[in-house]
């Protein structure tokens, strides 16, 4: 379920096969968590953390330990943060954002 922001609530099924509006307050959760995901990006330093899905009142998320920037001497620091120290950022912010989102996890 999501909710639009009216207070009414979507189904999944319903933003499928119902109207625009249903079909485009779904589109606006995800591009919400989008938003959410970005905002604590720079704190992550070389970890990357993509968004996978969306599921009712879940969220799932890949995170990637990545080294690519180590050496880059125009990057000051860089560092792999620990994809549950990642997970636990990324949860807070998107959870803080998107009131309707309970559960944030990482899948492989």
């Given at each position: 379920?999501f909710?639009?922001?009216?207070?009414?609530?979507?189904?999944?099924?319903s933003?499928?096969?119902?109207s625009?509006?249903d079909?485009a307050?779904?589109?606006?959760?995800?591009?919400?968590i989008e938003?959410?995901?970005?905002?604590?990006?720079s704190?992550?330093?070389?970890?990357?953390v993509?968004?996978?899905?969306v599921s009712?009142?879940?969220v799932?998320v890949?995170i990637v330990?990545?080294?690519?920037?180590?050496?880059?001497?125009?990057?000051?620091?860089?560092?792999?943060?620990?994809?549950?120290t990642?997970?636990?950022l990324v949860?807070?912010?998107?959870?803080?954002?998107?009131p309707?989102?309970?559960?944030?996890i990482?899948?492989?």
């Amino acid at each position: 379920m999501f909710l639009r922001r009216d207070g009414k609530s979507v189904s999944v099924r319903s933003a499928v096969t119902g109207s625009a509006r249903d079909r485009a307050e779904v589109g606006s959760v995800r591009q919400r968590i989008e938003e959410s995901i970005a905002r604590v990006r720079s704190s992550l330093g070389t970890t990357i953390v993509e968004l996978i899905g969306v599921s009712g009142d879940m969220v799932k998320v890949r995170i990637v330990q990545s080294g690519c920037a180590a050496g880059d001497p125009s990057i000051p620091t860089m560092y792999s943060m620990p994809a549950s120290t990642a997970l636990m950022l990324v949860e807070e912010q998107i959870q803080e954002d998107v009131p309707e989102i309970k559960r944030v996890i990482a899948v492989e």
